[in-house]
């Protein structure tokens, strides 16, 4: 055993001398007995270790995906006269001109095994919570939202949810979510523009024929009405959806494991190519594709939408 002792502290005066002599000592002792040489270190105590960088808390390539909502996930009216239309789906569709955001994610194949839509058509915010917990028992690692344009879309702008109900029952979805799976991830997408689908759409004679059998009177109804009273209706429809795109992002930047769109639903600009040719405000094939770029840019980002 290598063992080396210091001598009895010098003087002030030759402190540096000896501590230079000493050090080259014990190098000379080291080479001759194959010892290691104590070092800075050891007379300062033990050296703090780099610790490993912490894991994200958001995963941009997730391995499986289930999306809730309402007709828009379903791809109703897609490609199909008044039916749903799932293969087109923005969320978890196979049609390969759409390229969904499974497919995109997962590749084709692992789309048809780790993908599940439970979406129903005319849902609405008060239907999110039994979605949730429908989609938890999957246990998939990204959760796709896209709800709240039929709780604006009623016969009359009163029969609107009201924000404060919206915010609540989207926080209890939230909850029931997070009671299966915790660290589920949830990408939420904003309520589509609706006061646009109406500036878009009016100017087709078809489809204003079709919003006169119900389709979101509350924005639609009357297309060609410019009185001040229907402009007023639509400006309180267009509110309120704005008052939702709100809600969703707050609730959401309450949660680590959520991120909203950053509004980039809402604020697309559409135009009638990507709108369904037989009612004139679901998404089209085109519109679905375009729903699902938006969806993976913001999923697979380095940081959430601005």
Same mark, same amino acid.
């Given at each position: ?6 001598? /009895? ?30 070092? +800075?270190? !050891? ?48 969320? #978890? ?5 759409? %390229? ?8 084709? !194949?692992?789309?048809?095994? /780790? ?8 849902? %609405? ?10 989609? !938890? ?26 924000? !404060? ?13 997070? %009671? ?6 949830? *990408? ?12 878009? $759409?009016?100017?087709?004679?078809? $489809? ?13 109804? &009357?297309? &060609? ?34 991120? *909203? ?6 604020? *697309? ?26 969806? *993976?840019?913001?999923? #697979?980002?380095?940081?959430? +939408?601005?």
């Amino acid at each position: 055993m290598c063992e080396f002792r210091r001598s /009895r502290r010098p003087g002030r005066r030759r402190r540096g001398a000896v501590a230079g002599l000493t050090a080259a000592a014990l190098v000379m002792v080291a080479a001759l007995t194959g010892c290691d040489v104590p070092g +800075p270190s !050891a007379q300062r105590g033990p050296v703090k270790r780099p610790q490993p960088s912490p894991t994200p808390v958001w995963d941009r390539s997730p391995a499986s995906l289930a999306a809730v909502g309402d007709s828009i996930t379903r791809g109703f009216d897609a490609c199909r006269l008044f039916s749903d239309c799932p293969e087109v789906s923005w969320a #978890t569709g196979t049609d390969t001109a759409v %390229r969904s955001l499974a497919q995109r994610l997962l590749g084709p !194949a692992a789309a048809a095994e /780790r993908a599940w839509n439970h979406a129903r058509s005319g849902a %609405r915010m008060a239907d999110l919570p039994e979605q949730m917990a429908q989609a !938890a028992a999957r246990r998939p690692e990204l959760v796709t939202v896209m709800v709240g344009a039929n709780d604006a879309c009623r016969d009359s702008p009163e029969q609107m949810t009201p924000v !404060a109900e919206f915010t609540e029952t989207f926080t209890s979805a939230l909850g029931a979510l997070r %009671r299966t799976a915790p660290r589920t991830q949830v *990408y939420v997408s904003s309520v589509p523009d609706l006061e646009r689908l109406w500036s878009t $759409g009016r100017g087709n004679p078809l $489809g204003r024929q079709i919003w006169k059998l119900g389709i979101c009177a509350s924005m639609l109804g &009357d297309a &060609d009405d410019l009185s001040t009273a229907a402009q007023e209706r639509r400006a309180l429809v267009q509110g309120r959806v704005v008052a939702y795109n709100r809600a969703l992002k707050s609730v959401c930047a309450k949660d680590l494991r959520c991120r *909203y769109d950053g509004g980039d639903v809402f604020d *697309y600009r559409f135009t009638g190519a990507q709108l369904s040719p037989w009612d004139w405000f679901h998404p089209s094939r085109d519109g679905q594709r375009r729903l699902a770029e938006i969806a *993976y840019r913001n999923i #697979t980002a380095a940081r959430p +939408p601005a």
